[in-house]
């Protein structure tokens, strides 16, 4: 079931609300236990084998954090360790065979020249964002984190369905005192704010991210098919999808924080206006934080601080600010950097061209981190240039952003760089004859690059259009949390100074009329837009 779809938002959210609301006025264990199984009911909706597939592994994960909380209590640690590894192996495990077995197969007949093959695997949904949440929690039990838990507990921490699908990827010690401490019962305002966030996560979704992905999607089939994509064409396309998976992701996270403010819950942000970051760093510090968040924390930092205790144990120096030597940053934060990058591009997806999206990350944040070593070296009043520096910055990360994208979404590696070779000129230019027409001083210009006449089926006007809208949407509007931030909409941002970085345009959501006919008429629209062709981008992860 989709957020986008009809028995979504005219069925099982009204319906599951007004019982969460009615049995938690009698019983506060009872509006517990219904939004379990209606969580339930959310994951089994469209194969109900998927509840068959996961429970065994919850069911597991369970008895894993109790033999762990019992080995915690009695200062067995390295019984408890044993049995962390093990938990963590498990779940890696069950991810790999679910959602990489196929592709594992394939790599061995592309580098063997064989052909085996597997029988299809049914991927239960949303597994990477249940396994890394699982993960999390056996970790944050071994670590003294959470002190008590029930199965109840835990499965309502699993299940709960507005993060269940596509994340955020939430901490035990982050929910579960809001579900104790919850009243279980109406509140006005509380369903106010989440209505606000749902729908206008629901517009962003159908009207916004689904209404460019037809024109984007043309663009990328023909370089699927082979065909060569020109450079005005290639870079529409590229800034196409990277503006329709922003507003799909920013839309689902609106949608999933709002769905829980209805319960009671507030989730921790996961999206914060990423094409408005200067810097790769700032990107992944705006760009899906609770996976940045977990891959900083499980990851990064344990292979980064092991890495720099074998430098030490050897005599050899670790990261140390200006005086970093280059052995120190490549091997401490240059390796463990891409490493990381490398898991998170293989996370979103079990193919060639995920792996390469996330290692390309990892050699920008390498790079970043390099610039900012050598510029407090060699450049110290660097900040004083920020007029010159901060545009360059701002549109070489961009430019960045976007040529990753490529790889993100085309199907293969051979149709990624068929598009890049047409982003940077390998493929010549074209634009449309009408285009042409209206060149004016810019005619001479044109015939001496050899700018060619476009076939008329390609919708150039259009899809401009959408993107200088979509552009001006990301870049100078403020976003929802911005809008929401006396609300407190989400966890894990500052809603201190909300448009201390930007945007121009500040708006202040409050219980008024004026925006009660702004989110109804929002809500109206983006429910006329409902039944299209449509996915979510991030549901496959």
């Known amino acids: 079931m989709l957020f986008n779809s009809y028995e979504f938002v005219f069925f099982f ?25 209606a969580s339930l009911a959310f994951y089994a909706w469209w194969r109900p084998l998927n509840v068959a597939l996961i429970a065994p592994s919850i069911l597991i994960n369970y008895g894993l954090a ?65 396994t890394f949440q699982k993960i999390a929690f056996l970790v944050d039990v071994a670590a003294g984190r959470v002190k008590q838990f029930t199965l109840r507990d835990y499965c309502l921490f699993v299940l709960f369905f507005p993060q269940l699908i596509a994340g955020p990827i939430v901490h ?24 606000t966030l749902f729908f206008a996560g629901l517009f962003k979704k159908v009207v916004l991210a689904d209404g460019i992905s037809p024109m984007v999607s043309a663009i990328y089939a023909d370089a699927a098919a082979g065909h060569p994509v020109t450079m005005v ?17 920013s839309g689902y996270s609106d949608m999933a924080i709002g769905i829980a ?11 914060n ?43 050899l120096k670790g ?65 004083r240039y920020g007029f010159l520096t901060n545009p360059a910055s701002f549109a070489l990360t961009f430019i960045a952003v976007v040529s ?7 199907p293969n590696m051979t149709s990624a760089w068929n598009m890049l070779a047409g982003m940077f000129g390998g493929h010549g230019i074209a634009i449309p004859e009408a285009t042409m027409a209206h060149l004016g001083f810019f005619d001479g210009l044109a015939k001496a690059l050899a700018v060619q006449i476009a076939p008329p089926d390609l919708q150039f006007a259009p899809l401009a259009r959408w993107i200088a809208g979509l552009l001006a949407v990301a870049w100078f509007c403020p976003n929802t949390l911005q809008i929401l931030s006396a609300e407190k909409p989400a966890t894990g941002v500052d809603l201190q100074q909300p448009y201390k970085h930007g945007p121009a345009l500040h708006l202040r959501w409050s219980l008024s009329f004026v925006w009660l006919l702004a989110i109804t008429g929002t809500s109206v629209v983006a429910v006329l837009h409902l039944g299209g062709v449509s996915e979510f981008l991030y549901w496959q992860f």
Not at 291 to 305: D, G, Q, V, W
Not at 404 to 410: N, T
């Open 13 to 37: 959210l009204p319906f599951t609300a007004i019982a969460f609301y009615l049995l938690g006025s009698r019983s506060k264990s009872l509006a517990i236990g219904w939004l379990i199984l």
């Open 66 to 130: 109790r033999l762990l909380l019992r080995l915690a209590n009695e200062q067995k640690l390295r019984a408890a360790r044993a049995v962390l590894v093990a938990g963590v192996a498990f779940n890696v495990v069950f991810l790999g065979y679910f959602k990489y077995a196929n592709f594992l197969v394939g790599a061995v007949n592309d580098v063997a020249g064989t052909s085996y093959a597997l029988e299809h695997i049914i991927l239960p949904l949303g597994i990477s964002f249940i």
């Open 172 to 195: 035990y010690r982050e929910v579960m005192p809001q579900f104790q401490a919850a009243t279980c019962r109406f509140n006005p305002s509380a369903a106010a704010v989440g209505l």
């Open 233 to 249: 064409y290639a870079w529409m396309a590229a800034i196409g999808f990277t503006l329709q998976i922003y507003f799909d992701f």
């Open 261 to 271: 403010r209805l319960f009671g819950v507030t989730l921790p942000a996961n999206f």
């Open 273 to 315: 206006s990423p094409l408005r970051a200067s810097s790769i760093i700032d990107f992944w510090l705006r760009w899906h934080l609770t996976l940045t968040r977990f891959l900083t924390a499980y990851i990064y930092n344990p292979l980064s601080l092991w890495l720099t205790r074998r430098r030490m144990a050897k005599g």
């Open 319 to 383: 990261v140390g600010g200006r005086n970093t030597s280059p052995g120190a940053f490549v091997a401490v934060l240059m390796l463990p950097t891409v490493f990381t990058m490398c898991i998170s591009g293989l996370w979103h997806g079990a193919g060639y061209t995920f792996i390469f999206w996330g290692f390309l990350h990892g050699i920008f944040l390498s790079i970043n981190h390099l610039w900012i070593l050598l510029t407090r070296r060699y450049w110290p009043n660097y900040q």
């Open 404 to 410: 990753a994208m490529v790889f993100f979404k085309s």
